[in-house]
């Protein structure tokens, strides 16, 4: 085995492993860490792909804004923080079909697949989408000042979300 | 190709960055304030706003481009940040005695207004889409979080709620004829688009852009038939931000449309002059006709705006047409004055009047307000015959040199269409007047020194420019747009 197929056993180990845990521990707080955990292991693997800008878009994206999302969600809006009522409910074998027929599909079809066992093709010397990304978002001769404005903007919004979302003087008043 | 960012990039939008400083520094300092004493950081935030202030009038007779012409500092970006930042100052002078009666005093009322009074500015001087974008919902989050200030109570919250979704769908349609126009042109900036437009490249594409672009703005600026969120917001707002949200967005959504109508579409006017038109007509005749049958005066005022709308989207008409277009434009900034003063004044008296629970709102509430408090009584007669437009009042001369421009613009049709609807919008202006002179009644009235103070000085300018509009109207005609 080569060093890449081993990480890539072990990340996907991992995802899958924190995938799991996602819907099984009944701390929303853990569930959303464990999210993070599973969105962070796809992210790995884009970048083994070479997939350097989806790599990049998933961490700032799922977990830089929806993961942390759900957390202050969670944490601004739900006193109780524990899941009391029962994990599955009566119809939960029709899921587990419907999602071991759809891993079965998929098998199949990547079964006589020839991109199974040859390699991509190399990537092009000086080819590095993420990197000219970086440059235009702070480069003066293309969109610093739009990035800042939103930075701003995202402060604003921020504290307008905490100001409506834990209002301690409106308190119970409106339950 | 400099690595660095010039010093000239940064002083054409110094006012807007010393705000956005000063509004950051206002959120941490304001931890230090004490609950009681939170009407310091109202005075931390006019003293920001007043620094701006300063540094715009400085500059004012430069002209220069920044970031490679996404922002633009001209007069005519001067003449606007100059009024937008006065709008932020009676928006602090109003709020200051305001949320303390009403039990809304919060930090964060100041440093959310600052930061709107940034995405205005920002709005006013961009000459590229996506700053013109980013500035309308940096303008328009923290709108949204200050009318829903007052959470407990249920017509706020709907308020908040209300402007919120609305104002999502209609930055959907800006961000959708954005993506169109740099689809059709390849160009996000001003210069390029008009660039690639005079190439004659397809036009299909960049007409329905730019038709979007129009919806967007006409959300904001609520115009006909894009108006139907306004009179819920401005009535579940507290007054004081319904105040500022009337004149200050107002005014940025239409310097934005201005810009981006003048420098970037003017190959386009042969199918946006009647769209225009058509727009600023029906805008006149609907908040008109509907104002008349209003009980309320935050609804009736809403109404009001609406129309008035129409009257400066008028000034946008004649665009396309190089003789009038200087005197139009300057009509337009006139008159954006003269709605700012007078609106601002209409709303300081509706303040003084306003009680806790939404009380003291129904225009049967103003009845015998003149034998109870006359200077009062006589202000808000004063706004109500400038928003008619009757002399001597500033709203007159606004009007006057508005229905010049169009009808040299050659719309004379639609100078008469904004005659009658004033004519039609006398009824419910002198409803109020005949309600505060005429009927019995005992209205209690606030005495913060705030709130007189705008009501009083706005009375006073909306007179006084009246007879000596010269100076203002000259200023307005050098505060023209700067070209590439």
């Known amino acids: 085995m080569t060093t890449a197929q081993i990480i890539f056993l072990v990340v996907a180990a991992v995802t899958l492993v924190s995938a799991f845990m996602v819907v099984t521990t009944r701390n929303l707080i853990h569930a959303a860490l464990w999210l993070v955990a599973t969105l962070f292991g796809v992210a790995v693997t884009y970048a083994l792909l070479n997939a350097n800008f989806l790599a990049v878009v998933q961490v700032v994206v799922y977990i830089g804004a929806i993961a942390i999302l759900f957390i202050f969600a969670v944490m601004l809006t739900r006193k109780e923080m524990r899941d009391q009522g029962p994990q599955l409910n009566s119809a939960w074998w029709i899921s587990a079909l419907l999602a071991v027929l759809t891993f079965g599909g998929l098998v199949g079809m990547l079964w006589g697949w020839k991109g199974m066992d040859t390699l991509a093709s190399e990537m092009p010397v000086g080819f590095d989408s993420v990197s000219a990304l970086g440059d235009a978002l702070i480069s003066p001769n293309a969109f610093v000042l739009p990035f800042e404005v939103a930075s701003v903007l995202l402060l604003a919004a921020l504290v307008g979300a905490v100001y409506v979302a834990f209002n301690p003087r409106s308190g119970d008043s409106r339950k | ?484």
């Open chain 2, 1 to 484: 190709m400099s690595q660095y960012i010039n010093p000239s990039d940064l002083t054409t939008i110094l006012p807007a960055i010393v705000l956005t400083v000063w509004a950051c520094a206002l959120l941490v300092a304001d931890l230090f304030i004490p609950h009681e004493r939170k009407g310091w950081t109202a005075v931390l935030a006019a003293l920001g706003l007043v620094v701006s202030l300063d540094i715009t009038l400085i500059q004012a007779g430069g002209t220069s481009t920044g970031f490679k012409g996404m922002v633009t500092l001209d007069g005519f970006s001067t003449f606007l940040n100059a009024l937008l930042l006065v709008s932020g100052l009676f928006g602090v002078a109003l709020a200051y005695g305001y949320v303390r009666r009403m039990g809304l005093e919060r930090g964060e009322y100041y440093t959310l207004l600052l930061f709107s009074v940034v995405g205005m500015m920002l709005m006013v001087q961009a000459s590229d889409l996506i700053v013109v974008f980013i500035a309308l919902e940096l303008l328009s989050i923290p709108l949204y979080v200050l009318a829903a200030l007052n959470v407990r109570q249920i017509e706020s919250e709907e308020a908040g709620l209300k402007y919120f979704l609305l104002g999502s769908f209609s930055t959907g349609f800006l961000v959708y004829g954005i993506a169109l126009i740099f689809g059709a042109t390849g160009s996000t900036s001003y210069s390029g688009i008009v660039t690639a437009a005079s190439a004659g490249t397809s036009s299909l594409l960049l007409t329905i852009g730019a038709a979007l672009l129009l919806v967007g703005f006409g959300f904001k600026v609520a115009a006909v038939p894009f108006h139907m969120w306004t009179p819920d917001v401005y009535q579940g707002a507290p007054t004081s931000v319904t105040a500022f949200m009337s004149s200050g967005a107002k005014i940025a959504g239409f310097a934005a449309l201005l810009r981006v109508f003048a420098l970037a579409f003017p190959t386009l006017t042969a199918d946006l002059t009647p769209i225009l038109a058509a727009l600023a007509a029906l805008t006149m005749i609907g908040g008109n006709l509907i104002a008349v049958s209003q009980t309320n005066i935050k609804r009736l005022l809403a109404y009001s705006s609406i129309a008035h709308a129409g009257y400066i989207l008028m000034a946008f008409v004649p665009y396309g047409n190089p003789q009038v277009m200087p005197v139009s434009v300057a009509a337009g900034l006139f008159y954006l004055v003269a709605y700012a003063v007078t609106n601002f004044g209409a709303w300081g008296v509706v303040i003084a009047l306003e009680k806790q629970g939404g009380k003291g709102l129904e225009i049967s509430d103003y009845a015998g307000l003149f034998w109870k408090n006359r200077p009062l009584a006589l202000a808000m007669t004063v706004f109500m015959l400038s928003l008619i437009g009757f002399p001597p009042t500033i709203g007159m001369v606004g009007k006057f040199y508005l229905f010049r421009a169009v009808i040299d613009g050659g719309f004379v049709w639609l100078a008469i269409v904004g005659v009658v609807t004033s004519l039609i919008s006398a009824y419910y202006y002198l409803r109020v007047v005949v309600n505060m002179f005429m009927q019995e009644g005992e209205p209690q009235t606030g005495s913060e020194f705030w709130v007189n103070f705008t009501w009083g000085l706005t009375a006073l300018m909306t007179i006084i420019i009246s007879f000596v509009p010269q100076p203002l109207f000259a200023w307005a005609s050098s505060a023209v747009l700067r070209l590439f």
